[in-house]
């Protein structure tokens, strides 16, 4: 697959709440007007989803720490349905076994890569978990100018 030429991370910020990912504020070319619902950024804002799962196959009361994706839930209800499901490529996830009865959490692995400063200092940064073989990208920008990576700022220089 080619390599973009050029990838553009639209400005966030916090208009002031408690947990900045709840309120925060992107500057972007839409004509969805507030609150409608704009993810063209990689803040942590855009990146963090609320997942949540009932029922005898799940731990009860069970706060999952552990970082997964959308791709995560076929996976895992494939398990519970006791279906075999064939891998098409590497992007298929992987079975949530930590809020299964009887799963335990996985090592989970913190990164951060910043690419090669331009004349004036500017690196975009990455942020990321992994668990085993799977990559998780928790926000990506430029410190201080994208929501999730003010307290990264200082790590990442």
Not at 57 to 72: L, R, Y
Not at 91 to 96: D, S, T
Not at 100 to 114: A, I, W
């Amino acid at each position: 697959m080619p390599h973009p030429s050029i990838v553009v991370n639209f400005r966030s910020w916090s208009s002031g709440c408690e947990e900045p990912t709840n309120c925060s504020v992107q500057i972007a070319d839409t004509v969805l007007r507030q609150g409608q619902g704009m993810h063209g950024s990689f803040s942590r804002a855009d990146t963090m989803n609320f997942m949540a799962a009932i029922g005898p196959d799940f731990k009860a009361g069970h706060v999952n720490e552990t970082p997964v994706s959308n791709a995560d839930i076929g996976m895992t209800i494939a398990k519970v349905l006791g279906l075999r499901v064939s891998t098409n490529g590497q992007l298929m996830g992987r079975v949530i076994e930590e809020v299964l009865p009887g799963g335990s959490n996985p090592q989970v692995e913190h990164f951060v890569e910043r690419a090669t400063p331009d004349r004036n200092g500017l690196a975009t940064v990455l942020v990321g978990q992994r668990v085993g073989q799977t990559r998780y990208f928790d926000a990506a920008g430029f410190p201080g100018r994208t929501v999730g990576m003010e307290e990264r700022k200082a790590a990442s220089r």
